[in-house]
């Protein structure tokens, strides 16, 4: 059964670290093409953060372009989002999500699998 389990959550001060990881089991995910990261607040749309191709291509949100960095150990099917410099706004539940087809999409319904999502709150 393909799965995606997202961990690393947690209550931070601003200003301050959080390392996000993306676990995949299952088959289907030795050929994912994208994995990404969306980030979903109260009463909000979920939005997206940032996604990486297989060649490790990666892009970004402009709200977190230079603090936030994604990347993909592919022997182990796993994906991390290291945060820094976070914000009160970075506040969200983050899900990450993978994508069979290798290009960019920003949006939520281009996304194929997705994790249970992981709290990450940001103190001011």
């Keep these: 059964q393909e799965q995606l389990v997202d961990a690393g959550g947690g209550l931070v001060q601003a200003g301050g670290s959080l390392r996000l990881s993306c676990a995949a089991s299952g088959r289907t995910f030795s050929s994912v093409g994208i994995y990404g990261w969306f980030r979903q607040a109260p009463e909000k749309e979920r939005e997206f953060v940032a996604a990486i191709s297989r060649s490790h291509t990666t892009d970004y949100s402009d709200s977190v372009k230079g603090r936030f960095t994604i990347s993909r150990d592919s022997a182990k099917n796993t994906v991390y989002l290291q945060m820094n410099s976070l914000k009160?706004?970075?506040?969200?539940?983050?899900?990450c999500a993978a994508k069979r087809i290798g290009f960019f999409d920003?949006?939520?319904?281009?996304?194929?699998?997705?994790?249970?999502g992981t709290q990450v709150t940001v103190s001011s």
């Excluded at 009160?88 to 899900?95: F, I, Q």
């Excluded at 920003?106 to 249970?116: A, L, N």
Aim: hydrophobic share 15%; charged share 25%; no cysteine.
């Design 88 to 95: 009160p706004e970075d506040t969200a539940v983050y899900y």
């Design 106 to 116: 920003r949006t939520p319904r281009g996304y194929d699998y997705w994790g249970q």
